[in-house]
């Protein structure tokens, strides 16, 4: 099969042919439809700490078809539709058993969507409901992320809400804060790009960083510091930028990708009485709210996505991610052979 490989750290992915994976005992075989490019994705091909050692299949934000399975599938069969969540862990343990792999002992995260065909569990997998479309399907997992993180806050209809970063998550961070009843969800970034995206996704408005940020986030929340402050881009200094820009005792939820170490006014955070908060992955349960919010509504998560490329063209456009564009979420798609972008 045809996949996008991994050679080596700074290196751009490479297509070309691969064994086709089998699916072992419990496991299932999809023919992989859409996979969206993440930003995790370009910090693993540039960054040492998440240990790549050459020869990978990347991709984890996948949806597909199954057209194997293994012995002892129960509830998948080949032609269903499914999305796949890259949490993979013992299928057995209390962790497990409640839906939430990336706390077993032996978790993984997987790949494998930069390619044709995908072997993963088939726990790891959720039949996509009817009128949910296999494109749809790849957005559950950072829908499931952005989640996560928005009921990490106990966010509470009313909130005022302030988005740091207009990227994927962050644009479905607003996307779910709107939908749980956020009064102001005001998304900020570097850049315009994603301002029409951000208020097709709920946004109440949209402020460019810089000067004055502070008096300018909390004349978009009305006149009052936001509650509640999304870290979604992952740069050091970030987090106690976002506690400068929270009202006393509110929450600063850090969604963030940042492997460099990094620091804050400590001082600042405990005179104000912020709450730090940690948010990672996303429980099962989650997943499938994810997947159940793709049928429709006010504010639709499709609109991340900005265009789909087919397998061939894929490295190009994962490079052209490291420089900002107007380009939010793009999707692979295996199964075309032509080359050339294709707008939402």
């Known amino acids: 099969m045809k996949a996008a490989v991994f050679d080596s750290l700074g290196q751009p992915l490479r297509v070309t042919d691969v064994d086709t994976p089998e699916a ?3 496991q299932v075989l999809l023919k992989v439809c859409r996979c969206g490019i993440c930003g995790s994705d370009l910090h693993m091909t540039e960054d040492p700490t998440f240990g790549l050692q050459g020869g990978e299949v990347i991709g984890h934000e996948f949806s597909g078809e199954v057209i194997d399975v293994g012995r002892g599938v129960r509830h998948l069969k080949p032609g269903d539709h499914v999305a796949a969540a890259p949490l993979r862990g013992c299928g ?7 839906g939430e792999p990336a706390w077993c002992s032996r978790f993984e995260l997987i790949g494998g969507g930069y390619a044709e065909y995908a072997a993963l569990d088939e726990f790891q997998c959720r039949k996509l409901p009817w009128g949910i479309t296999v494109t749809d399907g790849a957005l559950a997992e950072p829908l499931a992320v952005a989640l996560h993180g928005v009921l990490r806050a106990g966010l509470q209809p009313g909130a005022r ?7 994927a998550i962050g644009l479905a961070v607003a996307f779910w804060a709107r939908r749980m009843g956020a009064a102001q969800v005001v998304v900020a970034d570097l850049h315009e790009h994603q301002r029409d995206r951000a208020m097709d996704l ?11 940020m502070a008096a300018r986030t909390a004349e978009a929340c009305g006149g009052t510091a936001p509650e509640i402050v999304f870290e979604c881009v992952g740069k050091a200094g970030l987090i106690d930028h976002c506690i400068d820009l929270a009202a006393p005792r509110g929450k600063v939820v850090v969604l963030g990708l940042c492997t460099a170490p990094d620091h804050l006014d400590s001082f600042r955070a405990i005179s104000k009485e912020v709450t ?3 948010s990672v992955f996303f429980t099962m349960p989650e997943f499938e709210t994810a997947i159940r919010a793709l049928d429709g509504g006010t504010y639709a998560p499709q609109h991340l ?3 789909q490329v087919p397998l061939l063209d894929m490295p190009d456009a994962f490079e052209a991610l490291r420089t ?5 979420k793009i999707l692979v798609d295996p199964t075309r052979t032509t080359a050339g972008a294709q707008a939402r």
């Open 24 to 26: 072992g005992p419990g």
């Open 92 to 98: 057995t343990c209390p962790a497990c058993q409640r």
């Open 202 to 212: 709920g946004a109440t408005d949209f402020i460019l960083s810089g000067d004055d």
């Open 161 to 167: 809400v302030l988005v740091v970063g207009a990227g």
């Open 324 to 328: 900002r564009t107007t380009q939010c």
């Open 305 to 307: 996505v900005s265009s």
């Open 276 to 278: 730090i908060v940690m």
